[in-house]
């Protein structure tokens, strides 16, 4: 991962592992350490594109199941 990236508001961003929270309206994700880079400013969030291809697999597998809420651990599951 690449560190010291700067963030749109002219910040630099900081490699942290994060709670990411995905809204569908009836249904809830929640990945828990999700490796990110975020800004200590604006709080805006970026992903890695391995990251963010993980995160779009987890989300689809998330709505096949129909659950209604899920918390999983990134770090167990990519
Ligand atoms: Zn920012």
Redesign the pocket.
């Known amino acids: 991962m690449k560190i010291n990236e700067q963030?749109?508001?002219?910040?630099s961003?900081e490699s942290k592992y994060i709670s990411h929270l995905i809204d569908f309206g009836s249904s809830v994700l929640v990945i828990r350490n999700v490796p990110a880079l975020v800004?200590?400013?604006?709080?805006?969030k970026l992903f890695d594109d391995v990251v963010a291809e993980n995160l779009e697999k987890m989300e689809i597998d998330f709505k096949k199941r129909n659950d209604l809420i899920e918390v999983t651990n990134y770090k167990e599951v990519a």
């Open positions: 963030c749109r508001c002219g910040s961003l800004c200590s400013r604006c709080g805006y």
